[in-house]
């Protein structure tokens, strides 16, 4: 047996789990994702989906996993509502998701580089990339695009 979307499983894991299933052998890693899993099959399957699904933000440099929509797909899912900005004089192109009960959280992704690159500029998550100067990074005053 394999691991489904071992690189993915780590972004789901809090700092302990993570540092104990890093230092696991092959046969150890998939033990802890059984157990991992025991008793949660609908989450598990919750989970393989939305990294099935995280392969669109996949990009000619980096897996799905390891760009910051990727990211945020497979640890919270699809977002309740995109809205989608693209060039219009005063902003790069941008994207906000938002994510309706419980908190009403958001993030706002930006392709600074024009390059279809999308980087992670705000949320309203406490812990996650949030820059307090997001407006400005979007603006495409003295952006070379």
Not at 46 to 58: L, P
Not at 123 to 130: A, F, I, M
Request: hydrophobic residues 30%; glycine residues 10%; charged residues 25%.
């Amino acid at each position: 047996d394999e691991i489904p979307f071992p690189d993915h499983f780590g972004l789901i894991l809090n700092q302990n789990e993570a540092d104990l299933y890093d230092g696991l052998d092959t046969d150890g890693r998939m033990r802890f994702y059984t157990a991992y899993w025991l008793g949660a099959p609908e989450q598990r399957q919750q989970f393989e989906e939305r990294c099935e699904e995280s392969a669109k933000y996949s990009n000619a440099y980096r897996e799905a996993w390891e760009t910051d929509r990727g990211r945020v797909y497979v640890i919270y899912g699809p977002p309740d509502d995109i809205e989608l900005e693209l060039i219009q004089g005063k902003h790069v192109p941008y994207e906000i998701w938002y994510y309706y009960g419980g908190r009403n959280d958001s993030f706002i992704f930006a392709d600074r580089t024009g390059a279809g690159s999308y980087e992670q500029v705000y949320s309203s998550v406490e812990g996650e990339v949030s820059y307090t100067n997001w407006e400005e990074m979007i603006s495409t005053t003295g952006v070379g695009i």
